[in-house]
């Protein structure tokens, strides 16, 4: 079956750095981009991060420089290393298979959108 599985969050101070991890099974890896959503309560769900198969990358404007995605295809995986982490940064983390950009939205291809179950990051100040 296709799945992606996050791990890697947790409790941070302000200031700090998390490094979460999608790991991807049941599909060619390398023919897919691979993002990083995020969703905190009450809030829509906003794009953080995307890297397209050839390794080209795109982030969200609220990234500012903190965030770096990358992509380890022998191991079906991608990484989203987070510093300088925020209070507002506080969310639940997804991974997802097939985003891009519409517009200046980052967002996912509907037929191609597989969906991992989650991992939560939340920051104190």
């Known amino acids: 079956e296709v799945q992606l599985v996050e791990s890697g969050g947790g409790l941070v101070q302000a200031g700090g750095s998390l490094r979460l991890s999608c790991v991807a099974s049941?599909?060619?890896?390398?023919?897919?981009?691979i993002g990083w959503f995020r969703q905190a309560p009450g809030k829509e769900r906003e794009g953080v991060s995307c890297?397209?198969?050839?390794?080209?990358?795109y982030y969200g404007d609220f990234v500012q420089g903190r965030f770096t995605i990358s992509r380890d295809n022998a191991a079906n995986t991608v990484t989203l290393q987070m510093n300088d982490l925020k209070a507002e940064d506080t969310a639940v983390y997804y991974c997802?298979?097939?985003?891009?950009?519409?517009?200046?939205?980052?967002?996912?291809?509907?037929?191609?959108?597989?969906w991992g179950q989650g991992t939560l990051v939340t920051v104190s100040s």
């Open positions: 997802a298979r097939g985003c891009t950009y519409y517009g200046r939205s980052l967002q996912t291809i509907k037929r191609l959108e597989v």
């Open positions: 049941g599909f060619s890896f390398d023919d897919y981009n």
């Open positions: 890297i397209v198969n050839d390794g080209s990358t």
